[in-house]
């Protein structure tokens, strides 16, 4: 006789959660996140007698890891449970819903929070009971236990790979393509990586030729312009000595060296030097004696530049505007300039005025007669022309900075602005017993 007194059972609404970590057969009509779905099914369905009952909705996260809590199915999911829509999640098995026991641990909050119940149907235990959480966490341990000797495994095929110098995929370094999972020299790349190394030696500042590689054009394997943090990646790279290198430590790699010993060697020699060593060598294999001088007549700096071509280096001066694509007055004011030209007309300007009859009565009149002979001033002031040219090019940079204010550069030529106190303090050197120490 049927007991009428019985309470029947508190209808529970269970949520099926499946989950594969690779696409890998998730096209066929049957695949393995249908099997978890219709063993967590059958499972429900043994509990009706306790009221559980299977919600309409799926939650299915294919081709995705574990490893993760963003999982579109699973977010779904908990925002379900956080609407009060789930009384108990079911899953084939616990590392189909976590990996991570961190992750779980934060799952196992969200279930207790909102008073749901999470089941494996192939690990019998439920999170109610204190025997359920032990198994639960002793079965996770386990799982990510599993996952970090996986991932050493990985970890200790790429160094072995790497012993043996094999290439292990990641970003193709400019001079090289990839055949067969093997680096192959491309050419024309290789050359280009070659003239940036000589090009390096020749320069010594980093600084100085990623604006003249941008100014070219010069681009890296993508396609983009290359700058200062892209050239030192590449005058550091191992690989173009024929190397594989795994965590600091370089092997013999199979494919082919683009860089030669020496010019490595000449390379890195001058990136052991301080920066500021490297600037002074730049700056001193590449004079330029109106440096801070030079202008444009719309007021933009010209600045010192140089280029090689072959076996001879060229050197210029160039407008600020240009190097910074600002834009650019289109009345004639030229936007570079070769250095010897320039330097050349400024140093024949200052000659010549030297020479004139007001320069020579200016500085007479400015000199204290007591204690030096006007004639001395006029033979001083005569044989100055012959005299530059004795000077080391320190010297000579020293004197254009006292003689010369401002150059301006405009459509119709150079406008050069001498400095009268400056040929004045020059003069009184000459004609005293501290001569220009640079003119033994």
């Not at 639960?136 to 095929?157: G, M, P």
């Not at 050239?231 to 600091?248: D, P």
């Not at 000579?396 to 303090?425: K, N, S």
Request: aromatic share 6%; with cysteine.
């Amino acid at each position: 006789m049927k007991d009428l007194s019985a309470k029947p059972a508190r209808r529970l609404r269970c949520a099926i959660y499946t989950r594969k970590s690779s696409e890998e057969g998730l096209q066929q009509e049957f695949n393995s996140l249908h099997a978890q779905r219709e063993a967590c099914e059958a499972y429900i369905a043994s509990q009706k007698s306790e009221g559980w009952a299977l919600v309409r909705d799926q939650y299915d996260d294919g081709g995705i890891s574990g490893g993760t809590l963003e999982r579109p199915g699973l977010q779904q999911l908990l925002a379900d449970i956080e609407h009060g829509l789930v009384d108990v999640v079911v899953v084939y098995k616990i590392d189909r819903l976590s990996r991570s026991l961190m992750d779980f641990s934060k799952l196992i909050e969200v279930f207790d929070r909102n008073g749901v119940t999470f089941v494996s149907v192939t690990q019998s235990f439920n999170t109610t009971t204190s025997m359920g959480r032990l198994t639960l966490n002793i079965l996770l341990s386990f799982a990510q236990f599993e996952r970090e000797v996986t991932a050493e495994r990985i970890r200790d095929k790429v160094k072995a790979s790497r012993m043996k110098g094999m290439w292990m995929g990641g970003y193709v370094p400019l001079g090289y393509d990839v055949r067969d999972r093997k680096l192959v020299v491309n050419a024309d790349e290789a050359a280009k990586v070659r003239k940036v190394f000589e090009r390096f030696v020749d320069i010594g500042s980093a600084t100085v030729l990623a604006r003249e590689l941008r100014r070219e054009g010069f681009r890296n394997k993508r396609g983009t312009l290359i700058d200062k943090g892209y050239l030192y990646r590449l005058l550091t790279n191992r690989v173009y000595r024929g190397e594989a290198v795994h965590k600091g430590t370089a092997y013999p790699g199979e494919h082919e060296a683009i860089i030669e010993a020496r010019l490595w060697e000449q390379v890195h020699e001058i990136l052991g030097e301080s920066p500021r060593k490297r600037a002074n060598n730049s700056r001193a294999k590449t004079p330029a004696l109106l440096k801070g001088l030079l202008f444009t007549a719309t007021g933009a700096a010209m600045t010192p530049s140089s280029t090689k071509k072959g076996t001879r280096r060229y050197r210029y001066y160039v407008s600020m505007d240009l190097l910074k694509n600002r834009e650019t007055p289109e009345d004639g004011i030229p936007s570079r300039l070769s250095a010897g030209t320039v330097e050349a007309a400024v140093i024949a300007e200052i000659h010549r005025i030297l020479r004139t009859p007001e320069t020579t009565a200016s500085v007479i009149a400015a000199l204290d007669s007591a204690d030096i002979a006007e004639a001395d001033a006029i033979a001083a002031m005569q044989q100055f022309p012959q005299l530059w040219g004795q000077l080391f090019p320190a010297e000579q940079a020293r004197i254009i900075q006292l003689l010369v204010r401002r150059v301006t550069v405009t459509a119709e030529g150079l406008v050069i602005d001498l400095r009268t106190d400056g040929i004045v303090g020059l003069m009184r050197e000459m004609m005293t017993p501290r001569q220009l120490e640079a003119a033994e």
